[in-house]
């Protein structure tokens, strides 16, 4: 037993000194592998561009680069800078490409990643989970009668349901599949999206959408295990207190990586996914690098090996823009490697590669200088790279792309040249060239220029009469020449890009019509268009597929689980709609007419995602559509505009009703006036008749004398004169009356309307 308990140590440290020469092995073969990759993105010439890319961003280039402060870059292709060069004249740098840049990758930005909307959806197959056999041939059954009525039962009881038809039963169980399937995708994508709102992937995304417009190329890492803590307040049942519990679990994240650190397999072509490896840089200090001994999977005398050695040991150079605040001299390089790793080396580095053991797993090791210091296997099953690439625009042969900055280098060349010679020129003719004779001095003995400032001529015959001693020469400004040339660079920008002034806001030389801005507002998103696919399906497609696969490994939740797709909608759904929002006014316009079946709610809702407005800030809450339910629901305007209508006719009849009657009694009021004026009348005719009979009876019974005939004619023309006047009096009373009557029938009859001008209310009731 003693010679046993001696041999145990001896065998332990013949294992662990195998295991140290398997993990060194490990490292240099991954060292190996890692400098392959360097040596391959650096030969492809795309860290060159980047450098001369990252130099316009910011602004300058050779000639002015020794005037900011802090630099530490070359120039692009190598070499050092030149002082003659940067003395020779103007320095200036007119920057328009870190305002392009930053106008396009905003605009790109807020339509493809909506803060109300997601940019992509789940959505369950044509055939969710088939069980087979539901849609083969089967004959179909016949109708079973319904049994005759027995004695004794009602007349009135309804006959058996018809027994349905197996390929009914199959129809109405495949509706009814489909339907839990999409309950279930709705699920599955609202967990998406928590993950997704909790590693904040919006501002990840801009951050990535930023590189490609800059650089051409954005990449996107996930999903990738992190701890997050969550604080839980809880009530204990049994005694009835109440505490504060903080939670940690594991959860998938997303991370924008630096295009400058990512080295993928040289042979991988235009996708990274087709490579056999791909590497990750980083950088921590050395106390963070001591932290990492004794958390789980790491290492602890890997890591005491790095801090022996420094930082110094097996550290690349890194090829761009660096300032002095980003110097990485005292840092450690921390490589991530994803790719295919041998089961003992995987075994050797601490890995569990699970019960049954393969030849090779697709792992995650952690590597400072050349040692191995984690192995993990990959969290998905499938061995898929964690990261995505997104390029601005495609390049053949390599998954970079270029982007803004590289697009419009000639534009921003000729605008920085032609403002330097026109400040050079400015320069030169700031002042007359002075051109002095010879034999001419200053009467001071000072040679100086300034006002009323006397020469003498030492010798007269020098010069004639007629010459000055001191002859000024301006040099012309180029000014409108040179102008035309930045004009020329501004509009080739917007040509070579694509992306024309209007995109960032700006007019510039676009027709003020109606129809001219939607052309060139059509054109203009035909790019925006182009890299929202490039998005979809380079970005949000495969990103969005991990995390489905995440959930289909790691959840436990069987409800959110199921046949799954994943729908992008960066450019079918959220450009189109940016692009349709003049068209929204309209639409929910025609909405709000019940003819079109249309909902409007859902109208006002697009409405307000188009204005980039959060639709459920509008919502009513919960006791406000209680307190609508409960009160009693609006009446249809079209049944009240009805019912005003018969009140209206009703009252008209009324009125037109009373006005008859009332015409009616006036009227036999007048006609009885009129019939006992005309008898008064009648009786004051008959009297002054027989007045005129008993005159002429009286002259011809006794005869008069000529005095007394003339008597009787005075008598005669003063009874005609009175009777003249007592007619005219008649006449004047019966045409009072008449006056009378037509105005008390104007008093009684409805007021009538103006021209043009309908009754208040009447335009309604129509």
């Known amino acids: 037993m003693q010679e046993l308990m001696d041999q145990q140590p001896a065998v332990d440290e013949a294992a662990e000194d195998q295991r140290m020469i398997i993990l060194n092995a490990l490292g240099l073969t991954l060292a190996r592998s890692r400098q392959d990759a360097i040596s391959g993105k650096s030969a492809s010439g795309i860290e060159t561009e980047w450098t001369g890319d990252e130099d316009h961003y910011q602004g300058y280039d050779d000639a002015n680069r020794n005037e900011f402060v802090g630099t530490t870059s070359k ?115 609202d967990h998406i999206d928590d993950w997704l709102q909790e590693a904040q992937y919006h501002s990840e995304m801009r951050k990535a959408i930023d590189d490609a417009a800059k650089l051409g190329s954005g990449v996107i890492k996930g999903p990738v295990p992190v701890k997050r803590k969550a604080s839980v307040w809880t009530k204990d049942e049994t005694t009835g207190t109440s505490a504060l519990v903080l939670k940690e679990e594991i959860k998938p994240a997303t991370f924008r990586v630096d295009p400058w650190n990512l080295f993928p397999d040289p042979a991988c072509g235009e996708s990274i996914h087709n490579g056999a490896f791909i590497w990750e840089r980083d950088h921590l200090t050395g106390k963070k690098l001591e932290d990492l001994k004794g958390l789980p999977g790491y290492i602890s005398s890997q890591i005491d090996l790095c801090v022996k050695e420094g930082p110094g040991k097996s550290k690349e150079a890194d090829a761009r823009v660096l300032t002095q605040s980003q110097s990485t001299k005292d840092q450690y390089e921390i490589w991530y490697y994803h790719g295919d790793v041998k089961a003992e080396e995987l075994i050797a580095a601490g890995c569990d590669c699970g019960d049954k053991p393969k030849n090779s797993y697709p792992a995650l090791m952690t590597m400072v200088n050349d040692h191995v210091i984690r192995a993990s296997l990959n969290p998905l099953d499938s061995g898929e790279f964690p990261y995505d690439v997104i390029p601005w625009k495609r390049r053949p042969g390599m998954p970079w792309g270029m982007g803004l900055a590289r697009q419009m280098r000639t534009p921003q060349r000729m605008v920085v040249g032609a403002t330097r010679a026109l400040m050079n020129n400015a320069g030169m003719a700031g002042g007359p060239l002075l051109t002095v004779r010879r034999g001419v001095v200053p009467e001071n003995g000072i040679w100086e220029v300034k006002p009323l400032k006397f020469f003498i001529e030492e010798d007269d015959s020098a010069g004639t009469a007629a010459s000055s001693p001191v002859t000024a020469t301006i040099i012309p400004m180029m000014i409108a020449e040179l102008t035309s040339i930045i004009q020329l660079g501004m509009k080739m920008a917007e040509d070579v890009t694509g992306m024309p002034m209007l995109m960032q806001g700006q007019q510039g030389k676009a027709p003020d019509t109606v129809g001219g801005m939607t052309i060139l507002n059509n054109n203009a998103n035909a790019v925006l268009r182009r890299i929202a696919r490039l998005f979809d399906s380079c970005i949000t497609e495969p990103h969005i597929r991990r995390y489905y696969a995440w959930l289909m490994e790691y959840s436990e939740d069987d409800d959110e689980k199921g046949d799954f797709q994943i729908i992008a909608r960066g450019s079918t759904a959220l450009v189109e709609r940016d692009i349709q929002n003049q068209e929204m006014v309209n639409i929910l316009q025609l909405c709000a007419n019940p003819i079109y079946k249309k909902n409007p709610a859902k109208a006002m ?59 009616a009694a006036a009227n036999a009021r007048l006609e009885m006036q009129r019939q006992q004026f005309e008898a008064a009348e009648a009786d004051k005719d008959r009297a002054l008749a027989q007045m005129e009979l008993e005159i002429d009876q009286k002259l011809q019974v006794e005869r008069l004398t000529s005095d007394e005939r003339r008597d009787l004619e005075r008598q005669k023309v003063l009874l005609a004169s009175v009777a003249l006047k007592l007619k005219t009096q008649t006449d004047l009373s019966l045409a009072g009356h008449r006056v009378s009557l037509s105005q008390g029938r104007q008093a009684l009859a409805p007021p009538t309307e103006p021209a043009g001008q309908a009754a208040p209310g009447k335009a309604f009731i129509q």
């Open 75 to 189: 120039p692009e292709g190598g070499g050092e800078v030149k002082k003659d060069d940067a003395e020779a004249g103007s320095t200036v740098f007119p920057n328009i490409t870190q305002p392009y840049v930053d106008a396009v990758a905003a605009r790109v930005g807020d339509m493809l990643l909506p803060t109300d909307d997601r940019n992509y959806a789940l959505k369950h197959t044509p055939i969710p989970e088939m069980l087979p056999g539901v849609f083969d041939e089967q004959p179909v059954a016949p109708a079973v009668p319904a049994p005759p009525a027995q004695p004794g039962m009602p007349a009135d009881q309804p006959p058996a349901p018809p027994v349905k038809t197996e390929i009914q039963q199959a129809i109405e169980a495949f509706a009814k599949l489909k339907s839990e399937a999409a309950r279930k995708a709705q699920k599955a994508e």
């Open 605 to 663: 809702d697009e409405y307000l995602k188009s204005r980039r407005f959060d639709p459920a800030a509008f919502d009513y809450t919960e006791e406000e559509l209680k307190k609508i339910a409960e009160q009693k629901p609006p009446e249809d305007p079209r049944i009240t505009a009805a019912k005003i209508t018969a009140e209206a006719a009703v009252k008209r009849e009324e009125l037109e009703s009373q006005q008859a009657t009332d015409h």
